[in-house]
């Protein structure tokens, strides 16, 4: 069982490499665009019911894309957004998205 869980990670781990190793962050950021109204350019939430996805891993932002595109996820607009969505244009924004660096300040308690 342990084989298993671990062939399937680094298989997904070598399809996602794959995936990322194709990425255009520069195109990501003009693909951008349609995102910018709810998530912004930034990719800080422009709406308190909108996440922040910037700084997100390029795994888990190609993962949730994936899922909205296919139906595994639902939300009433990024269902209908991602159906448009091609594996470049995915790889492209989750690239860009995931390169965008900020800085987090714990309070001091």
């Known amino acids: 069982m342990k084989r298993v869980a671990t062939a399937a990670a680094i298989a997904a781990v070598s399809i996602w490499a ?3 190793a194709s990425a255009d962050p ?3 950021r003009e693909k951008a665009a349609m995102c910018q109204v709810c998530h912004g350019l930034d990719g800080i939430g422009k709406n308190p019911e909108v996440p922040h996805i910037a700084g997100e891993s390029e795994i888990y932002l190609m993962a949730q894309l994936r899922a909205f595109r296919s139906g595994e996820r639902q939300h009433q607009q990024m ?3 991602a ?3 091609s594996d470049e244009d995915i790889r492209d924004l989750a690239d860009y998205y995931a390169s ?3 800085e987090v300040t714990v309070p001091d308690y």
Do not use: P, R
């Open 18 to 20: 794959a995936g990322a």
């Open 83 to 85: 159906q448009s969505l």
């Open 79 to 81: 269902s209908i957004i």
């Open 26 to 28: 520069a195109a990501g």
């Open 100 to 102: 965008i660096k900020f």
